[in-house]
């Protein structure tokens, strides 16, 4: 007698954006039943039937199990686990509407958001355990290095999946994975989703010397330097070290600086290229999610005595207080005293700690096929 094959997990993915519509292609690709919430109807009706979203993703076919609907409640009914992918700026009224529906659910909340929230500098996770009243155990985040077009193409990607619980990042990192997508797993949440809020500052100022007409050297100095401000900052915030040189630290920082795709590069290039910041919004249909967290970041930084010199002239060129053209590696102190390359939290200098991350992120993409390791 042939055994009746399991039913396909359900799962939930809210927002429809790039981001969110090629994570609920990434779960279907690895064997869930995905159903989209999508704010417009035109948009809920073109992934359902066409199998599209010619807006975000031109010219990707989404999976057959792939669904979508313009309801809350039909998307959340019954999954198994909800992926959230909106703005994080409006992710508190989101989860407002959230609440109610999943009241009798015991589902992972997992966050695809990259931002901390401009009124209280609170991450992601945080707004969803005060939003939904839930016990943290059940929230994850997934961090990484994740151009959501190279990705829905199939290009091979690792990413992690964090929760406070060992278990629910297991249990994620279990249906988000396929061919094409690796998951690795870790339990500090506050260094993957401070890396993943972190490297978006430090792309929009690579973005701004792009847009300017610096070289390689220029990039390659901020990026570095940036890895430092990144670190001190998480660290001084509980974080663990080697997750800021990890996929969701180190790696998510070179894709997001180095890539035409990441958004945030693109609006610090625009910045770069004499464009205001209104002009940047106006022209960009896609949220910068970089734009929105440099002053809470900046913020919560000068609450912990952390600087952050490249972080601050951002501000500075989005406050219209700087000319882009200034926003440079020597700019990235604020007097002349030789300094070390150390970081502030006494780790060797950035140099050999770059040389380390670089090996271990190469070592974790070599390793990504068998089971969800440690990142």
């Known amino acids: 007698m042939s055994r009746k094959p399991a039913a396909a997990p359900k799962v939930a993915v809210i927002g429809a954006g790039s981001w969110g519509t090629t994570f609920g292609k990434i779960l279907a690709d690895g064997g869930a039943d995905v159903t989209m919430w999508a704010r417009r109807p035109e948009q809920a009706l073109e992934i359902r039937e066409s199998k599209r979203n010619s807006q975000y993703l031109p010219g990707i076919n989404l999976p057959r199990s792939m669904t979508a609907t313009p309801h809350l409640s039909e998307a959340l009914d019954g999954a198994e686990q909800i992926f959230l992918s909106i703005p994080s700026q ?86 988000a994975r396929n061919k094409y997508f690796r998951t690795f797993v870790n339990t500090d949440v506050t260094g993957t989703e401070f890396g993943g809020v972190l490297k978006n500052l430090i792309a929009v100022a690579i973005g701004i010397v792009d847009g300017v007409g610096y070289g390689e050297n220029t990039k390659a100095s ?102 882009p053209r200034d926003i440079a590696p020597h700019l990235t102190t604020d007097d002349d005293t030789p300094k070390g390359e150390r970081t502030q939290y006494g780790q060797a200098g950035s140099g050999g700690a770059l040389r380390r991350a670089l090996k271990r992120t190469l070592d974790q993409f070599r390793n990504g096929g068998r089971s969800a390791p440690r990142d």
């Open 222 to 323: 901020i990026i570095t330097r940036g890895l430092v401000e990144m670190t001190d900052f998480a660290v001084a915030y509980g974080a663990e070290p080697e997750t800021l040189q990890g996929l969701a630290g180190l790696g998510d920082l070179i894709a997001t600086c180095q890539s035409p795709l990441s958004r945030n590069n693109t609006a610090g290039r625009l910045l770069g290229q004499g464009y205001s910041m209104k002009d940047v919004v106006k022209q960009m249909n896609q949220t910068a999610e970089g734009l929105a967290s440099v002053a809470p970041v900046l913020q919560l930084a000068k609450d912990v005595g952390v600087d952050m010199p490249i972080v601050r002239q951002v501000k500075m060129v989005l406050d219209g207080q700087m000319n």
């Open 90 to 175: 409006t992710a508190r009224a989101n989860l407002k509407a959230i609440r109610p529906l999943i009241a009798s659910s015991e589902a992972p909340i997992i966050s695809l958001m990259k931002g901390v929230e401009k009124s209280s500098g609170l991450r992601m996770s945080q707004v969803i355990e005060q939003e939904l009243q839930i016990d943290p155990a059940r929230i994850a985040v997934a961090s990484g290095p994740n151009l959501a077009l190279e990705i829905a193409r199939e290009q091979p990607t690792a990413a992690v999946i964090s929760s406070t619980s060992r278990e629910t990042a297991e249990a994620v990192a279990r249906l």
